[in-house]
């Protein structure tokens, strides 16, 4: 009767152990698009501000103390420091994303043409003129309208797309915004985007 041999145990491979696949670098993945998205919340924070601004005005447009006008004249400030850095610093990178999309841009530019008019029209009014809550009510409705075709469209492209186009881009927005704010502070004047003091109360220039 034939003995039967036992099998001899497998040898456990010599070879490599499997290497373990590696993640994304976390910090790689964070850093990048970290300055947009410090910009695009700046941009909806400026939004929201100034959203609240048109609401109060319209709560009191038939005060007849010169509060509506102090209010007016500072949403017209606070948008025009918004405006110039939007146009100056974000808008051209924006077009370096949406090459094939820039008519989006086109038409924030246009948005913002008619809405810098508006604020010239409305710095060279009386509070007594019968078109000035008109204007102010016009002014509100294109920003709010424009505000959220930016949230809603503009935006979303640009964080899905964009690479380095924007690094450094906040620092610089920073930076201007506190310039022009200081120029607002030290007597109403926005030299970089007019140059002209807002006193003499001359349309802006349209970039």
């Known amino acids: 009767m034939p003995t039967k041999t036992k099998a001899k145990p497998r040898r456990k491979s010599a070879g490599r152990k499997p290497v373990a696949r590696r993640a994304p670098s976390k910090t790689r993945t964070a850093g990048r698009n970290s300055d947009l998205k410090q910009i695009v919340t700046m941009l909806e924070d400026d939004h929201s501000k100034v959203g609240k601004l048109f609401k109060r005005y319209d709560k009191m447009k038939d005060a007849e103390d010169t509060a509506r006008f102090e209010l007016a004249s500072q949403i017209c400030a606070m948008l025009k420091v918004h405006v110039t850095i939007e146009e100056e610093l974000f808008y051209p990178p924006a077009r370096e994303v949406l090459v094939d999309e820039d008519d989006l841009i086109d038409e924030a530019e246009v948005e913002h043409m008619w809405a810098k008019q508006l604020i010239a029209d409305i710095e060279k009014m009386e509070t007594g003129d019968p078109l000035y809550d008109a204007k102010v009510k016009v002014l509100g409705e294109y920003i709010h309208h424009h505000a959220g075709e930016e949230e ?56």
């Open 152 to 207: 809603d469209e503009l935006f979303p492209k640009l964080k899905k797309d964009a690479e380095g186009q924007f690094d450094g881009v906040f620092a610089q927005m920073k930076e201007m915004r506190q310039t022009l704010e200081d120029d607002v502070a030290a007597g109403g004047k926005l030299k970089r985007e007019t140059g002209l003091d807002a006193s003499e109360r001359k349309p802006m220039e349209l970039s």
